[in-house]
C-alpha cells in the first residue's frame, strides 16, 4: 500500500521534515524503501527538526502520528478481542507515555458467515496500521493509553439514547451490537485522517497517512453498509446525532439514510467530498465530552502523546 515513492518524494520528505527526532530508518524500512536505490539518495543521514509547541500550526510530524497511533490502538483493540477475544501483543503496546490496561472486549458469537469475514479483515487492517505507526514512530511512538471497552460504550449509548438509565450496552453480545459499536470509531476515523492531513509538513508521511484514511474510508462503508441492511438505521441515526452533540455546533455528522429515506452509506458534502474533524473535535467523542479536557470515555487516562485536549464546544 505504501511502495513505489519517487525520488522527488524522498527528497521532499528531508527537506519538508518536521518530525521531532523521528527515526527515518525506521519509516524508511517500514514503507519498504531500504535498499541501494535509497541510500545512493543519500537521505538516511539527513538531521531533522526540533521539538513541537503542541499548537496545530506548529505541530510536529510525529505528533500527529502518534495521535493516529492512539486511534489505532483503540480500533485494533476493539476488533482484536471481537475477533479473537485477544487483544495486542505486549510487543506492540510499549512506547513513550503511560501504558494502560484495556477493560472489557471478548469473542462475539457473529450470527453471519460474511458479518465474521468482515470483521477479521478489519482486525487484522487495525493491527497492521499499529505495526505500521510504531515502525515508522521509531523510538518517538508512544504506548498504548488506558482503554475503556466497556463502560465507555454503555454511556455513549445512553447520550444517543440507545438505552435508558440503569440500562447497559455490550457491543460484544451480538452481531449488530457490534457494528453498532463499530460505527462509533469507524466514521470518526476517516474525518479524523482527513482532517489531520493539513498538518503533515513530510510529503511520505502524507501518502502513508492517505492510504491509511482509504482504508479506514472502505471499512465506514462496509459497516454502515451492513447497518442499513440490518434494519438499524434509527439506531444509526441517534449515534450520529449525538457525535454531532460532542464535537461542535456544526451539523456535518450523517446517518446511513437521507432525508428522503434514501441510502446513504458515503457521508459527504454537496461537493461529495467527506469532511473532516479536528484532532480536538476527535477527542470530543473519544472522550464523550464537549469541554475541553484531556481524559474520559474510552480512553479514561488521556492519549499519549503532545496532541491530547479535546475542543471546548460548550
Do not use: C, W
Not at 33 to 58: I, R
Not at 170 to 176: G, H, L, S
Not at 212 to 236: F, K, N, P
Not at 245 to 269: C, E, H, K, T, Y
Amino acid at each position: 500500500m505504501f511502495h513505489g515513492f519517487s525520488k522527488k518524494f524522498l527528497h521532499d520528505s528531508i527537506d519538508r521534515s518536521a518530525e521531532n527526532g523521528l527515526d527515518r530508518r525506521r519509516f524508511l524500512r517500514a514503507a519498504g524503501l531500504t535498499g541501494a536505490g535509497v541510500a545512493g539518495l543519500g537521505v538516511l543521514g539527513a538531521g531533522v527538526a526540533s521539538a513541537t509547541t503542541g499548537t496545530e500550526d506548529d505541530i510536529s510530524d510525529a505528533a500527529v502520528l502518534n495521535f493516529a497511533l492512539n486511534l489505532e490502538y483503540l480500533e485494533a483493540e476493539f476488533y482484536l478481542r471481537a475477533v479473537t477475544g485477544k487483544g495486542l501483543a505486549d510487543s506492540q503496546i510499549d512506547g513513550k507515555g503511560e501504558l494502560g490496561p484495556v477493560t472489557g472486549g471478548y469473542k462475539v458469537k457473529f450470527e453471519t458467515k460474511l458479518g465474521r469475514q468482515y470483521a477479521a479483515e478489519i482486525a487484522q487492517d487495525e493491527r497492521a496500521h499499529v505495526d505500521f505507526l510504531r515502525s515508522a514512530l521509531g523510538d518517538a511512538k508512544v504506548a498504548r493509553p488506558a482503554i475503556d471497552l466497556q463502560d465507555a460504550f454503555t454511556a455513549a449509548a445512553m447520550a444517543a439514547g440507545l438505552i435508558g438509565p440503569g440500562q447497559t450496552f455490550d457491543p460484544f453480545a451480538d452481531e449488530t451490537s457490534f457494528l453498532l459499536g463499530a460505527f462509533i470509531f469507524e466514521d470518526v476515523g476517516v474525518t479524523a485522517y482527513k482532517g489531520a492531513s493539513p498538518l503533515v509538513s513530510n510529503k511520505t508521511f502524507l501518502e502513508a497517512a492517505a492510504g491509511i484514511l482509504a482504508v479506514e474510508a472502505y471499512h465506514a462503508g462496509l459497516v454502515r453498509t451492513l447497518l442499513l441492511q440490518g434494519g438499524a438505521a434509527d439506531a444509526v441515526g441517534q449515534i450520529s446525532d449525538a457525535r454531532d452533540s460532542l464535537d461542535g455546533p456544526s451539523d456535518l455528522d450523517q446517518g446511513v439514510l437521507d432525508r428522503n429515506g434514501d441510502a446513504n452509506i458515503v457521508p459527504a458534502d454537496e461537493n461529495s467530498i467527506a469532511f473532516s474533524r479536528t484532532p480536538g473535535q476527535v477527542l470530543n467523542i473519544a472522550y464523550l465530552n464537549p469541554d475541553s479536557v484531556t481524559e474520559g470515555g474510552f480512553f479514561p487516562a488521556g492519549v499519549n502523546g503532545p496532541v491530547n485536549t479535546s475542543d471546548a464546544n460548550g
